[in-house]
C-alpha cells in the first residue's frame, strides 16, 4: 500500500509554516504552459480560497494567545494629570494653585485559582485546533484538485472517443458509397450511414462543451483568478492520462489509520482539552485573586506666588479581591462549561463513527471501481474484435451494414465506459487518501 511519505508532525509543521507565509492581499502566481496534476496541487496550495481562509484561523488564534498571555505577565502602566483652579473654588491656601501628577504603576498577578494557566491552556489547544483545521482543509481542498483534474482528463478522453467514433462512422459512409458507385450496396445503405454519421456530431459537441465546464471548475478550485475585467484567461494546456495504479487497503487498519491521522478528529480532541481547561477557569472565580502593584508618582503643587512644592516615592503593595456570593453567576459559568465539554466530548465521538463510515464507504468505492476497471477493459477488446468481425462480413456479403454499425456503438459505449471506469478508480483512490488523513503534500517534480 502506498502511503503518503510526510509524518503527521511534519503535516502539522507544513500547516502551520503555511499560515506565516499568506499575505492580506493575494497575488496570483503565473500557470505554467503546461500544468500536470502536481503543478495543479502546488498552485492551490498558495490560491485556494478556503486554505488561505483557514490560515487566517490560525492567526486569529495567535492574537488570541497572545492576548490572554498578557495577564501571566506584568503589566506596567503610567497615569498622569494636570489641574489649575481659581481663587472662587480653591479650599487650600494661598487661594491659587495648579498641580500635576504624574504615576507609574506596575502589577503582577500572583495568584487566581488557576484562571490564568487554564485560559492560556486553553488558547493554545485552541490554537493547535486551528492548525488541525488548516491540514483538514488542504486535505479536502487536493481531493477536489485531484477530481477536478481528472475531470478534465476524462472530458478531454472522450473527445478523443468521439473523434475517433466519427472518423469510423466516416470511413463507414465512404465505403458505403463506393460500394453503392460499385452496384454492391444500395441508396439506403449509404442514406443510413450518412444519418449515423450525423447522429454522432451531437456527442462530440457535448464531449467539448463538458471539456470547457471541467477547466472552469478546476480553476475554481486552483483558485485561478480572471483577468481584470472579468473576462476568462487562456488555461494551460493539460497534461497527464487516467491511469490504472492498483492498491489495496485493509478495513481494520485503514480505520485505524484513519483515527491517528485525520485532522478533524485531532481537531475536536484538542477542542475538548480546551473545553477541560475552560472549566478550570470557570472554577477559578471562586477563589480570591491576588496581584502585587507598585507603584512610583510624582507629585507637584503650584502655588500663585513662584514658589513650588514637589514630592515623588514609591509604593508597594498587595491587592486582593474575592467574590464572596456573586448571586451563583459563577456556578452558571461553571455549569456552561461543563456543557460545552461535554458536547465536544460527543462532537469527537459523533465525528469518530462519520469517519468510520465514510473509510468503508470509500473502500467500497474502490473495490467497485477496481472491479469496473477490469470489466471494461475486457469489454473493450471484445468490442474491437467484433467491429473488425462485423466489418470483415459485411465486405464479404455475409453481415449487413447495421451489424456494422452496432458493432460501432458498442465500441464507443465500452471506451467510453472503460474512461469512465479509470476516472471512478481515480477519484476513488484520491479519496480514500484523504479517508484515512494521508495528506499528499509532497509532489514530485
Not at 473654588?89 to 498577578?109: D, G, H, N
Not at 456527442?203 to 483558485?223: C, F, H, K, P, T
Not at 459559568?333 to 465525528?351: I, Y
Request: aromatic residues 6%; glycine residues 6%.
Amino acid at each position: 500500500m502506498n502511503l503518503i511519505s510526510y509524518s503527521r508532525s511534519l503535516c502539522f509543521i507544513f500547516a502551520v509554516s503555511l499560515a506565516s507565509q499568506v499575505t492580506a492581499q493575494v497575488q496570483p502566481s503565473e500557470l505554467p504552459s503546461t500544468l500536470d496534476v502536481n503543478g495543479a496541487i502546488r498552485y492551490a496550495l498558495d490560491h485556494n480560497y478556503s486554505i488561505l481562509q483557514a490560515r487566517e484561523q490560525i492567526k486569529l488564534q495567535d492574537g488570541v494567545l497572545v492576548q490572554v498571555s498578557s495577564r501571566s505577565i506584568p503589566n506596567i502602566g503610567v497615569n498622569g494629570g494636570y489641574s489649575k483652579n481659581s481663587s472662587a473654588v480653591s479650599t487650600s491656601y494661598p487661594a491659587e494653585t495648579s498641580l500635576y501628577s504624574i504615576q507609574l504603576q506596575a502589577s503582577q498577578v500572583l495568584y487566581s485559582g488557576g484562571g490564568v494557566q487554564a485560559s492560556i491552556k486553553a488558547a493554545k489547544f485552541l490554537r493547535d485546533a486551528a492548525a488541525y483545521d488548516l491540514e483538514a482543509v488542504i486535505n479536502q481542498s487536493l481531493l477536489q484538485v485531484r477530481t477536478g483534474f481528472y475531470s478534465v482528463l476524462l472530458a478531454r478522453e472522450k473527445i478523443k472517443v468521439q473523434e475517433e467514433n466519427i472518423a469510423l462512422y466516416t470511413r463507414q459512409l465512404e465505403d458505403a458509397q463506393n460500394q453503392l458507385r460499385s452496384g454492391k450496396a444500395s441508396n439506403f445503405e449509404a442514406l443510413r450511414a450518412e444519418v449515423a454519421l450525423a447522429n454522432q456530431q451531437p456527442g462530440l459537441i457535448s464531449a467539448r462543451n463538458d471539456y470547457r465546464v471541467a477547466i472552469e471548475q478546476l480553476r475554481q478550485v486552483m483558485g485561478v483568478p480572471s483577468s481584470p475585467r472579468g473576462t476568462t484567461s487562456a488555461f494551460p494546456d493539460i497534461s497527464g492520462s487516467l491511469e490504472y495504479t492498483p492498491e489495496s487497503y485493509v478495513l481494520e487498519s485503514a480505520v485505524a489509520t484513519a483515527h491517528d491521522r485525520r485532522p478533524e478528529l485531532l481537531s475536536l480532541q484538542a477542542r475538548s482539552q480546551s473545553g477541560e481547561q475552560a472549566v478550570v477557569q470557570a472554577k477559578a472565580a471562586y477563589y480570591p485573586s491576588v496581584s502585587a502593584v507598585g507603584t512610583y508618582e510624582w507629585v507637584g503643587l503650584g502655588l500663585a506666588h513662584g514658589s513650588n512644592v514637589n514630592n515623588n516615592g514609591w509604593v508597594v503593595g498587595l491587592q486582593s479581591s474575592w467574590a464572596i456570593f456573586d448571586g451563583r453567576a459563577t456556578e452558571g459559568k461553571v455549569r456552561q462549561a461543563r456543557s460545552q465539554e461535554t458536547q465536544s466530548r460527543l462532537g469527537l465521538q459523533s465525528e469518530q463513527l462519520a469517519i468510520d463510515v465514510e473509510v468503508r464507504q470509500a473502500l467500497s468505492a474502490l473495490e467497485e471501481a477496481n472491479e469496473l476497471v477490469g470489466a471494461s477493459k475486457k469489454t473493450v477488446q471484445l468490442a474491437l474484435e467484433s467491429l473488425r468481425l462485423a466489418q470483415a462480413r459485411y465486405h464479404s456479403g455475409s453481415a449487413t451494414q447495421l451489424d456494422v454499425l452496432t458493432s460501432q456503438v458498442d465500441l464507443t459505449v465500452a471506451r467510453t465506459n472503460e474512461l469512465k471506469s479509470n476516472y471512478a478508480y481515480s477519484v476513488a483512490l484520491a479519496t480514500i487518501h484523504k479517508a484515512i488523513g494521508a495528506v499528499d503534500i509532497t509532489v514530485k517534480n
